[in-house]
């Protein structure tokens, strides 16, 4: 069967599985994973869906995700598309209604207990923090496929350039590489303005202003302006701005010349307070960024890293680590790299160790060793859902463990941050070892490489060891290795977490 036969094939097993076309209201994708708007949660086949082959876990959270891996969904997500076009069409002439399959009766006790935890995890998704990390993560992802093939690209030219090989086409390639980065602002600009409500184009006008050479002639705050100051801080700033100052005119222009004032007065008004306001004070905000990141490493840097290691497996559980995506944007626009994203990077390492270990303790639980071996390739590759949602959070403490696995990797490449070997990536997305050729530092490629692989290293044997030793208890181990034992991870254990796995819904892990 050809690719392209194989991904349609997926895509026709997921969708009578989320209830038919019917039932979908939008349809997107990350960089993992397939997100579903869906009217009615219940008539999702959760069981059936995870034990597809392609997919690799679900997750719910404001929209129903299902995880399929890097590349996989970027070719899945058009066929499922077109599916669910194509079904629409062939019912257009019956009830909607008709058309989506009937949920099976319950008791009325039972659906009144579904619609209060259905109303208990939507609440607690919709927190003011929450609505806002997603806002923001909504307007970066969709930058991350770019920022990683421009990445590659600017380390293969240091490459060619350090190496002195082929002088004649390392230009092209430095253009190539940061062209996009040049005008990251006006992108930035255009999804904000998108995600708040606004004019797309009217964001990324106004966010154009930040990287125009021109604002070089102009001052404020008794300073000469530069192209770029304020970097993708400003560009969301002001695209927020133009945002709100397009639905005011909205609110007074009169229909008949809307078209003409209501663009004008938002590019016009917007552009000045970027000018003369904005551009300055995010300049100001984006440069602590980067001189407290530095200062932390270059003074606190084990420490740091020990930290910072060990809780972004809990920061993502909450849908925090969305916080961190401008932080790593303003870095790489800065610097060139982010000297945080290989730190992070270790918690995927000691999850992969923690797995390796759960795997050699239950020798009779095939359903998790299954899991294990199908996920820990993914793994390896920083794809951390499977292997979190899979085995360590249901189990509960070789989630903990995973986590001191993280804390010793991120120490160690703390450590060498400290005395002055810094470890940077010049692109955000992966981790693991697709973080390889995005790698960048400020001591020399092959001194990069062996660190950030030591810091691997670290993370997978204490990850490993931690896990064998402390992960579980006598009881656990009793009630998971019991002859005949079949168990899937997401099932109640004794001992073990209450979080469900597999099919189960959970919360956002994207970015491990």
Same mark, same amino acid.
């Given at each position: ?427 955000? &997305? ?80 994207? &970015?491990?």
């Amino acid at each position: 069967m050809s690719t392209d036969n194989k991904n349609r094939a997926t895509a026709a097993a997921i969708l009578p599985l989320v209830g038919g076309a019917a039932n979908i209201d939008s349809i997107a994708h990350c960089m993992t994973r397939l997100r579903l708007g869906l009217h009615d949660r219940r008539l999702v086949r959760d069981e059936e869906l995870a034990a597809l082959p392609d997919v690799m876990g679900v997750v719910e959270d404001e929209t129903y995700q299902i995880v399929l891996g890097p590349g996989k969904v970027a070719r899945v997500t058009p066929e499922f598309e077109q599916l669910v076009a194509a079904e629409r069409a062939a019912l257009s002439d019956r009830p909607v209604e008709s058309s989506a399959p009937q949920a099976a009766p319950t008791a009325d006790e039972l659906a009144a207990q579904g619609a209060e935890l259905k109303a208990a995890q939507k609440a607690r998704n919709q927190t003011p923090v929450k609505l806002f990390l997603r806002r923001i993560a909504n307007i970066f992802v969709p930058l991350i496929p770019a920022l990683i093939g421009c990445g590659i690209i600017a380390g293969l030219n240091g490459l060619l350039t350090n190496l002195g090989w082929l002088p004649s086409v390392t230009p092209a390639l430095a253009a190539i590489a940061s062209g996009f980065m040049a005008l990251i602002a006006v992108f930035v600009g255009f999804n904000t303005a998108k995600e708040f409500g606004g004019t797309p184009i009217l964001g990324g006008a106004v966010a154009a202003i930040i990287v125009f050479p021109g604002v070089a002639d102009i001052e404020a705050f008794g300073q000469q302006l530069s192209p770029g100051q304020g970097g993708v801080l400003g560009a969301l700033g002001a695209a927020v701005l133009a945002t709100y100052v397009e639905r005011w005119c909205r609110k007074w222009v009169p229909e008949a010349v809307d078209v003409l004032v209501t663009p004008t007065l938002t590019v016009l008004l917007s552009g000045l307070v970027t000018i003369f306001g904005l551009m300055f004070v995010a300049g100001e905000v984006s440069t602590a960024i980067g001189t407290a990141a530095n200062w932390l490493l270059d003074n606190t840097g084990a420490f740091a890293g020990l930290v910072l290691g060990g809780l972004f497996l809990p920061l993502v559980m909450l849908g925090l680590h969305q916080a961190l995506i401008p932080i790593h944007t303003t870095l790489i626009e800065q610097q060139g790299y982010t000297v945080l994203l290989p730190i992070l990077a270790m918690a995927g390492a000691g999850q992969v160790g923690c797995a390796i270990a759960v795997f050699k303790r239950l020798k009779h639980n095939h359903s998790i060793r299954t899991t294990i071996r199908s996920a820990l390739p993914a793994g390896f590759l920083g794809v951390g859902e499977p292997l979190i949602y899979g085995v360590s959070l249901p189990l509960g403490r070789p989630f903990v463990t995973a986590c001191v696995g993280g804390a010793a990797g991120g120490a160690f490449v703390g450590f060498f941050s400290m005395i002055g070997d810094k470890v940077g990536s010049t692109a955000i &997305g992966p981790s693991g070892w697709a973080l390889f050729p995005l790698l960048d530092g400020d001591k020399g490629l092959g001194a990069t490489i062996a660190i950030y692989a030591g810091g691997l290293v670290v993370g997978y044997v204490v990850g490993f060891f931690a896990t064998y030793f402390f992960g579980f208890s006598k009881q656990m181990l009793a009630d998971l290795n019991a002859t005949g034992q079949d168990t899937a991870a997401g099932e109640p254990r004794t001992g073990g977490a209450a979080e469900p796995s597999g099919g189960a819904p959970t919360k956002e892990p994207a &970015g491990v």
